[in-house]
């Protein structure tokens, strides 16, 4: 396949939040890649995680931007026995014993397509591998629009399960009643 795109994302948005282990771990675990996509190239910039689809195709010049995910990266405090179960009153406890923990870095997939989804090209295969991250993710949901081949379609996937996902056309303002409810800049008496 060349690396024209089979699909288009038209609507996108994230609430991914995963172990940044996680991510390298399934990234590293050789997995089954789009067509058009050799490899996904993963560099961290501060706290910035950008996830580049390196594209199979050699005819592609190497400064041709192809499509990228980029996450957040934050640290969080991950217990190893919930905190709030320990809260009740404690008789006979002096002294509050320190529950074990350890920080943790999560990339966090979150925002609509322009921040989560980046450049055109191979942008719908990047999106499939977005899918793919979703399925790994314990917390999050991911939900789009895509087009296929002509044919519109819905992702949901919630908590790393996909979900059952409808699209729903409904009619937005009529373009006649915004001209009379809206402002007649042409005609204004306070604009000069």
Not at 23 to 39: A, C, H, W
Not at 57 to 65: A, E, V
Not at 143 to 171: C, H, M, N, Q, Y
Request: net charge negative.
């Amino acid at each position: 396949m060349s690396a024209e795109n089979s699909g288009q994302v038209f609507r996108l948005h994230s609430t991914l939040e995963l172990p940044l282990e996680t991510v390298r771990d399934f990234l590293n675990s050789d997995p089954e890649m789009p067509d058009g996509i050799e490899s996904v190239d993963l560099t961290r910039r501060n706290n910035t995680l950008i996830l580049k689809a390196i594209a199979s195709d050699n005819s592609l010049s190497k400064y041709t931007p192809t499509a990228q995910l980029k996450a957040s990266v934050t640290e969080n405090r991950v217990y190893e026995e919930d905190p709030d179960e320990r809260r009740g009153p404690r008789w006979g406890e002096e002294e509050e014993e320190e529950i074990p923990s350890e920080l943790v870095e999560f990339a966090a997939f979150k925002g609509d397509r322009e921040t989560v989804l980046q450049n055109s090209l191979l942008q719908y295969e990047m999106f499939q591998v977005l899918c793919d991250i979703a399925r790994e993710a314990e917390k999050g949901t991911l939900t789009a629009i895509t087009g296929v081949d002509g044919e519109l379609e819905a992702t949901r996937i919630v908590d790393g399960e996909d979900r059952p996902a409808t699209i729903e056309v409904v009619e937005g303002r009529n373009e006649s009643k915004a001209a009379n409810n809206g402002v007649n800049w042409r005609d204004n008496k306070f604009i000069s």
